[in-house]
């Protein structure tokens, strides 16, 4: 009675513990997961960062407008002067020795309106080149950590399942162990057993017993796991749909060239290269227009004399030291080192492919074997249970088959499990971008 009691309390535990439970099918997972995923969130931001970066550098071709009011005043001759030239204010009287010597002070009120046009800047073209590859590069990243995400939140959704069906198991092995229990209790008083035997029964129980609460906290931490993948606060309980599998089709035998990592790499390759353009052609010359318009006056926020500078500059650096040519270098040095790594990037990923299209064979077979297994253990368990009802059979014959059906079971559970975290997988690393 006491065993019956605890294996009850231990049932309910979890109920009392979790305080809800939500059902949850894996299609719902994956749309919360890639609304609401932290990592999917900040690599978002890191995509619209970058493009905002990106945005920035149209200022190679748009102008640059400043508008400045400045007041001023002076008893400088030559000040003085200059101030009265630029408000066309200068009389005859002006160039009197004494006033040009001994000026009073003099206040000039000036409004100007700067303007610089960029015209020919190859440097910076490939500069704004670079900075939209690696937008780019990081669009393909927040586009793979999608997939990503997607992928861990299929494992854990497997793992999950497979944490309620070692539940099931264990609850189903609980039962039969009483009903063991029992009848080894009532065998016992009809003298057909020891005290030894009711031992081993108990001692069987309370094993079980404790693999099934185990089982219960394998099912909060992997419902904790799959909420934090979908953004939510654990303590939720998630109650999956039936394990189920997809029978190994046909898989692709090569990686895809465009899959979004690959592209990643592969723009931010052509953002170095950009960038070594880029000072390659701070040899080249540039061309630039500039222009000033001013209005001057004695008096505040007067415009009584405007004036116009208008002009081109034609500069070119003919020589910084070696500054250039060593930046240049580093530059190549770059480029040629992210190249490499994507070429191996992409052997790497070949060849994991291929070791997970032979695992997912492998893991096919296992499971075909654990099927077949589990059942010849629950058919001997029953060929058991009849033969030690007649006393064929000793106590701990029985318990032995009691214990590898619940083994084969789970090895079942779990060959599943890892068939679908295999196929699951074996996507991913053949799913090319979606932008």
Known sequence: M?????????????????????????????DAAQKNNQSIKLSQLEADASRAQFKQTQAVFLPQVNVSYTAITTNNPLNAFGLKLQQQAITASDFNPALLNNPSGTQNFMTKIELQQPIINLDLIYQRQAAGKQAEALLFKHQRTRQYVAFELEKAYAQLQLSHRAVAVMEQAVISAKAVALSTQHRFEQGYLQQSDILQVQVQVANLESKLAEANSNVQNASDYLGLLMGMQPGTVYETDTLAYNQPGSSRESIPENRADFAAMQAAVQARENILKSNKMTYAP?????????????????????????????????????????????????????????????????????????????????????????????????????????????????????????QQELGQAQAQAQLIITQAYLSFLTTTPNL
């Open 286 to 406: 540039k061309l630039n227009a500039f222009g000033e318009f001013m209005f001057n006056d004695s008096g505040a926020f007067g415009f009584g004399s405007d004036a116009y500078l208008i002009g081109a500059q034609l500069s070119w650096t003919v020589f910084n030291g070696t500054a250039t040519h060593h930046r240049i270098s580093n530059q190549r040095i770059e480029r040629d080192k992210a190249a490499r790594e994507l070429e191996f990037q992409k052997a790497q990923a070949q060849l994991e492919l291929s070791k997970t299209t032979r695992q997912l064979q492998d893991t096919q077979n296992l499971v075909n074997q654990q099927t077949l297994a589990s059942a010849q253990a629950k058919e001997v368990f029953r060929l058991m249970q009849n033969r030690y009802a007649q006393g064929l059979i000793t106590t701990t014959e029985l318990l032995q088959a009691q214990t590898m059906m619940a």
């Open 2 to 30: 006491n065993n019956l009691l605890r294996g009850i309390l231990i049932l309910l535990i979890p109920v009392w513990a979790n305080g809800q439970t939500t059902h949850l099918t894996l299609q719902e997972a994956l």
